[in-house]
């Protein structure tokens, strides 16, 4: 895990571009999953270029805080279990290390973070999800128009914070004021079922957040997305 956030380090230093391409044709949704600590000196390059790219028209962003770099100097207070465990799982459907910063495009391909040439790549030849997600505010809460799928899915609904910066005490970071992007903040199991077109009644994000429902087979790969700003 650290060999390799320190091959990110390496890589960060030339990996990232001055100017970010265009989005794929049509800006159909991409899903981009970074899984990022504030305890890890190779993570801010990944953080930056994940603000980047979520500025684009159908890129769908999500950055997991993980909590195995928690022991080492300074606590991410953005860090989770739940991300790490995420993490887990995708690393062990596409037989990839668990190491940061890590990027998951579409559920279905991880590289280095920070790496931008590998994730314009992954970006450029991601499969289009194709189940249409619709995800909506009501007066109750939420709703989500989710489309038939050809196999059994599983939904997920993250609340995030768009941005925030964090000025770290200690650790590899230590000193430095960070500045991070669609931060999940909390994120909940939505429903288990055979892909049959389906209306979801869910929770509000909490004031200032936004959310993202995720819709997955089995497999993990992103089948449908919606995103729904703060």
């Known amino acids: 895990m650290r060999r390799r956030a320190l091959l990110a380090a390496s890589l960060s230093s030339f990996a990232v571009p001055a100017v970010i391409r265009p989005a794929r044709a049509g800006a159909v949704p991409v899903v981009l999953e970074l899984f990022t600590s504030q305890g890890c000196s190779s993570c801010p390059p990944a953080d930056a270029l994940l603000g ?7 890129v769908i962003a999500l950055a997991w805080h993980v909590d195995y770099w928690d022991g080492l100097g300074w606590r991410d207070p953005f860090a989770s279990r739940a991300a790490t465990e995420r993490q887990r799982a995708y690393a062990a459907r596409l037989g990839a290390e668990v190491y940061t910063p890590a990027l998951v495009i579409g559920g279905r391909r991880m590289e280095v973070g920070s790496d931008a040439e ?11 999800p194709p189940v249409t997600l619709g995800l909506r505010r009501t007066v109750d809460g939420l709703v989500a128009e989710v489309g038939a799928a050809p196999t059994r899915v599983m939904a997920t609904l993250a609340f995030y914070e768009p941005e925030h910066a964090t000025r ?3 650790g590899e970071n230590g000193g430095r004021h960070l500045t991070e992007y669609r931060i999940v903040r909390t994120a909940q199991v939505a429903g288990i079922w055979d892909g049959t077109a389906r209306r979801i009644t869910l929770p509000s994000p909490p004031p200032g957040q936004g959310a993202v429902l995720l819709v997955q087979s089995d497999d993990l790969a992103v089948v449908g997305a919606a995103d729904l700003p703060a």
């Open 118 to 128: 590998a994730i314009e790549a992954a970006i450029a030849t991601t499969p289009v």
């Open 52 to 58: 980047r790219l979520v500025r684009r028209s159908g």
């Open 168 to 170: 770290i005490g200690a």
